[in-house]
Nanobody, 121 residues
């Protein structure tokens, strides 16, 4: 079974930085895409950034140039470096991973519990 655990959220002033981490724990699977989404109260969850196992990345337009997603395939870890943070970035950030189990080939999309990011003006 895959479990994702996020960390690194917190309170930061506008213009500051935070680095979120997510580890996909478990075994007997390979990880394809990993990424981050966010959801603020009363808002729909939106995809922020995704990186595939091959290194292809995609970013939501509002974070381009400010956020950087990276991963360590060997340790099934993904990071989101967030620079030049804005109050609009305030949200709960969720890690997700698309995995495939070696034995069966079953593909599963799994989400973490979320970590709060608050950016003050």
């Amino acid at each position: 079974q895959v479990q994702l655990v996020e960390s690194g959220g917190g309170l930061v002033q506008a213009g500051g930085s935070l680095r979120l981490s997510c580890v996909a724990s478990g075994s007997i699977f390979s990880v394809d895409a990993m990424g981050w989404s966010r959801q603020a109260p009363g808002k729909q969850r939106e995809l922020v950034a995704v990186v595939t196992s091959g290194g292809s990345v995609n970013y939501e337009d509002s974070v381009k140039g400010r956020f950087t997603i990276s991963r360590d395939n060997a340790n099934n870890t993904v990071w989101l470096q967030m620079n030049s943070l804005k109050p609009e970035d305030t949200s709960v950030y969720y890690c997700h991973a698309r995995v495939k189990y070696y034995r069966t080939g079953r593909e599963v999309l799994t989400w973490g519990q979320g970590t709060q990011v608050t950016v003050s003006s």
